[in-house]
């Protein structure tokens, strides 16, 4: 069984600061992906990461998979309130058909 | 813009009692899927389907679940006799691609309430 490992789990920072969320794994993943979660509504995808090594920047957002494909982390600079909410990663095993495996998540809360 | 429509939002059932959640996927994606989120815990897959069969399931996904395609827009999750512990929030989703970095668009989830 693929285990995602997400932390912290809770972020309260304020307005111009930068933050990082870490998403570890014993297991190899063929793809990681990150995704944001509103209230009452479905996880929406922010990035796919994809080779070892990689990293994909979405503005503010630096996403990183790390060498061995295990691992992942999604940096934020200068964060924002509008960056509140729940952040997920979410693994793509080998062979898997949409599987995907996530994380418990991070609630983030960004303070004026 | 398109998008994955599910129904109902909030389901209230007795336990034993069967349901049926409904999904609309987005028109021209090929692979659909289900999760579920208990409160407070991990999005968990369900189940994976693809030319009208199932090609992957969970070990949650047990003899109480199925899942069909009764028509050309509908994808539907059915639990026969409902338990306590299937109270969650149930998610369907639908991409163009069925194996590795597709992008899954998710619905806002049904939730299940079981008393």
């Known amino acids: 069984t693929q285990l995602l490992e997400q932390s912290p789990q809770f972020l309260s920072i304020q307005e111009g600061e930068n933050l990082t969320v870490y998403c570890n794994s014993s297991s190899v993943f063929s793809s990681l992906q990150w995704y944001r979660q509103e209230p009452g509504e479905g996880p929406v995808l922010l990035v796919t990461?994809?080779?070892?090594?990689e990293v994909k920047k979405l503005k503010r957002l630096t996403f990183q998979f790390g060498d061995a494909r295990k691992d992942s982390s999604l940096h934020i600079t200068a964060a924002q309130p509008g960056d509140t909410g729940l952040y997920l990663c979410a693994g793509f095993g080998g062979t898997s058909y949409g599987k995907l495996t996530f994380g418990q998540g991070t609630i983030l809360t960004v303070h004026p | 813009e398109p998008e994955v429509t599910q129904t109902p939002s909030h389901q209230v059932t007795q336990m034993g009692q069967e349901v049926i959640l409904r999904c609309v996927p987005i028109s021209n994606h090929l692979y659909f899927y289900w999760y579920r989120q208990i409160l407070g815990q991990k999005v968990e897959f369900l189940v994976s389907?693809?030319?009208?069969?199932?090609?992957?399931k969970s070990e949650i996904f047990d003899d109480q679940f199925s899942v069909e395609r009764p028509d050309g827009s509908n994808f539907t999750l059915k639990i026969r006799s409902t338990k306590l512990e299937d109270s969650a929030m149930y998610f369907c989703a639908s991409s163009e691609q069925g194996r590795g970095a597709g992008e899954l668009f998710f619905g806002e989830g049904s939730r299940l309430t079981v008393l």
């Open positions: 990461v994809v080779t070892g090594g």
């Open positions: 389907f693809y030319n009208n069969e199932i090609s992957e």
